[in-house]
């Protein structure tokens, strides 16, 4: 069912120190930082070669890692994303199997463009998942 | 200077739980889990197209990850593991850069055999890193 990591998100207090950091000390391309108003984040990508690292900074007041960054002031490791082939499919097994999505089950458009759902952390052993789907068997 | 995401490190306070959840509601496949005691921990890795969750349980009185679920009962993500080709070279960089080294910043044989080193997660915005040498080109 899970047929690649998209993406493992980092919140972070401030986006540009973030990506000078990830730059200067660790050598790594970093994206330049990319404001999603409708997703209440501002985002850049390091790439690595299998995947990539979401560094997300809070947008606006109503962003979706403001409660994690007053938990966690300094930042933190948020969530990991999976790709998934049908996102419904995925959506009725879990609910079968006992597990919770978040919100009400219905996929959103996420900031990539294509649906996705989080799951409840407490089903997950304190991690916060997300899945997207990607259709395609190109990378299963 | 990062050449791949070697995996990603999950917490759990229980490991047979955790896999049968990973099995059962992701359709993910997961190792026998493989108790490290010089390491301190019970691991089960899942097994993605693209990288590895690890699956991470504490074992014996002193294992490395017992103040984290002390903190984090329910479990929680732990760390995030890239691949350097060079780890002394990587090592000299960051200080340089002016990130700090966990311990004494001399490599130690990780649990999959290789030099690996953590790196204070204040420098990297609450995010605990490790990095592990792997040698050659291949994934570079």
Known sequence: MLTWVNHVALAVPDLEKAAARYRESLGARVSIPQRLPEHGVTVAFVTIANTKI???????????????????????M???CYEVTDI?????????????????????IGA????????????FFGTLIELEEVKGASRA
Not at 112 to 123: E, N, S, T, Y
């Open 88 to 108: 419904n499919a995925a959506r009725d097994h879990l609910l079968t199997s006992g597990a919770r999505i978040l919100c009400d089950g219905i996929p959103k």
């Open 112 to 123: 990539h463009g294509r649906p996705v759902l989080f799951l409840h952390p407490k089903d």
């Open 78 to 80: 948020h969530h990991v």
């Open 54 to 76: 979401e560094l997300l900074e809070p947008l606006g007041e109503n962003s979706p890692i403001a409660s994690f960054l007053a938990k966690h002031p300094d930042g933190g």
